[in-house]
């Protein structure tokens, strides 16, 4: 009899556990039920064509869902028609170029394209099965200049939405690229999880020449950098002290700009600019007081550094260190060398033959005070 017992109370047992292992998951269900009626998903779609060293792309949106995720407001996203959509999409052109621009990145051979916004409209997709009404789509004309590239291996890097900050108003967002970049044609989806794709492939003899062009262009062109290297050249005492001073400037904006480049150092923009401007201020000033102070090395050197991270902020590359990150880097730091070269040999042989004029001392105070002058403006203008 006390088997029997036994038994019935393990069977019991076996019963209660069974009960509250059925009831604990409806509990389960029944919480997640809401939750999961309240996931929201978004639709997107992407064409994108490359026309020689140009990209354009033509982007989709949930008009609501980018409204609200910019911010552009209570307005703007209960604009009762398509004519009153438009309006605020051109009335918020600047923030929907700024939202992108970190958004829908395209590289080539590394280097990132330079994005611009050139028109938006808005379409109606069609009510189905799953939504009661049309559905208003904003359409965002974009333009990708490749900096001269017309071929290699294209990136395209997609996040819309999928920000943890105020842009992520929804669960999920998906777009349908349809694509043709340098010849290959294709069609991808890009999510969260998978927000990449590539195409082609590098051809590293071009991609080295285009990034030395682009190199040698961001210092010729850059006015705060060629005006640094234009004041170190002018104001050099002698050739040693020239090749002293490049070559240590050489050295430490190669260092930042890679460790830039890979991702190990980041800093703002609006920290380096102004103190970029000041690097100017510092070496005309010095010019005049005191071209062969012993501080002057030390602090070409740590200005070199700063010179380095805006080489890498103006320019931007894909990040990850990979031997594709280290052609385009190899090819772009070259390219400064060769512009910082270039402006020391014109300028050193100008002033050493303007030395021996007595009209040199007086213009070359003139002039260091006019770039210690623009210097100052630029820095109060970017720290401002």
């Given amino acids: 009899m006390s088997t029997s017992r036994g038994s019935r109370a393990l069977g ?15 509990v389960l269900l029944t919480a997640a039920g809401p939750a999961a009626a309240h996931v929201r998903t978004s639709d997107g779609w992407s064409q994108v064509r490359s026309d020689g060293d140009r990209v354009d792309y033509r982007l989709s949106l949930e008009y609501e869902i980018l409204a609200r995720a910019i911010g552009m407001g209570t307005e703007a ?22 939202y992108l621009a970190d958004r829908v990145l395209i590289f080539v051979d590394e280097v990132e394209c330079t994005m611009t916004l050139d028109g938006t409209g808005v379409e109606q997709l069609p009510a189905t099965d799953a939504t009661a009404e049309d559905i208003p789509y904003a359409v965002l004309q974009l333009t990708y200049d490749c900096h001269g590239a017309s071929s290699g291996r294209y990136v395209v890097d997609y996040t ?6 105020s842009d992520a108003v929804v669960d999920d ?4 690229v349809d694509y043709d970049l340098g010849g290959e044609r294709g069609r991808v989806v890009l999510d969260t999880a998978h927000p990449t794709f590539s195409t082609g492939e590098q051809a590293f003899g071009a991609s080295a020449v285009r990034s030395a062009g682009l190199g040698a262009e961001r210092i010729l062109t850059g006015l705060d950098h060629a005006l640094f290297v234009a004041a170190l050249a002018v104001g050099a005492a002698g050739l040693g002290q020239l090749v002293r001073s490049l070559a240590v400037f050489a050295v430490t904006h190669s260092v930042a700009l890679l460790a830039a480049v890979a991702g190990w150092v980041s800093l703002p923009a609006q920290v380096v600019g102004p103190l970029v401007a000041l690097s100017i201020v510092y070496v005309a000033a010095t010019n005049v007081v005191g ?10 050197g740590a200005f070199g550094l700063l010179h380095g991270v805006a ?9 990850g260190l990979s031997w594709d990150l ?17 402006l020391a040999a014109v300028l050193f042989p100008l002033a050493a033959v303007a030395r021996r ?8 105070v003139v002039a260091a005070a006019a770039v210690a002058v623009t210097g100052l403006a630029w820095f109060l203008q970017r720290l401002l």
């Avoid at 019991?12 to 604990?24: D, K, Y």
């Avoid at 071209?291 to 070409?300: C, D, K, Q, T, Y």
Wanted: without cysteine; aromatic residues 10%.
């Fill in 12 to 26: 019991t047992g076996v019963a209660a556990a069974l009960v509250a292992s059925v009831a604990a998951v409806l």
């Fill in 77 to 98: 996203i209960e604009a009762p028609d398509d004519s009153s959509r438009r309006a605020e999409l051109e009335q918020h052109r600047d923030l929907i170029e700024t």
């Fill in 160 to 165: 819309v939405f999928s920000g943890a900050g």
């Fill in 173 to 176: 967002h998906t777009t349908t």
């Fill in 291 to 300: 071209p062969e102070s012993r501080w002057r090395l030390p602090v070409v």
């Fill in 311 to 319: 080489f890498a902020g103006e320019l931007r590359f894909e990040q």
């Fill in 326 to 342: 280290v052609t385009s880097y190899a090819g772009f730091n070259l390219g400064i060398e060769l512009g910082v070269a270039v």
């Fill in 357 to 364: 004029y007595a009209w040199f001392s007086l213009a070359h």
